[in-house]
């Protein structure tokens, strides 16, 4: 199965938390480059958090110190966790990952893959 399954999205009021979650299991053996990326409506896509093999992460200023991305390379699975929400977090939240495909637990060829979005709605 060639997709990402993403979960956690929901409604919170302002200052609240969630996470986010990215499952790459059944389609990568494993993540070499991973992110979260969102779309509010009427803008273009823009990326929130990334994070690389080696535990490397980079963040888009607005979120710097909220947001923190993780990767579970076992499962393999990606994470975001969100503190301190705001109203300007609100948007469709998409996982995208990349590295060896995956069939039985045997790796082949090399995917770059996205979720289906899930949807992050701050408000009181």
């Known amino acids: 199965q060639v997709q990402l399954v993403e979960s956690g999205g929901g409604l919170v009021e302002p200052g609240g938390s969630l996470r986010l979650s990215c499952t790459a299991s059944?389609?990568?053996?494993?993540?070499?480059?991973a992110g979260w990326y969102r779309q509010a409506p009427g803008k273009e896509r823009e990326l929130v958090a990334g994070i690389d093999s080696s535990g490397g992460t980079n963040y888009t200023d607005s979120v710097k110190g909220r947001f923190t991305i993780s990767m579970d390379h076992a499962k393999p699975t990606l994470h975001l966790q969100m503190y301190s929400l705001k109203p300007e977090d609100t948007a469709v939240y998409y996982c995208?990952?990349?590295?060896?495909?995956?069939?039985?637990?045997?790796?082949?060829?090399?995917?770059?893959?996205w979720g289906q979005g899930t949807l992050v709605t701050v408000s009181s």
């Open positions: 059944g389609s990568l053996f494993s993540i070499i480059a």
């Open positions: 995208y990952a990349e590295g060896p495909g995956s069939t039985d637990d045997v790796r082949y060829g090399y995917l770059s893959l």
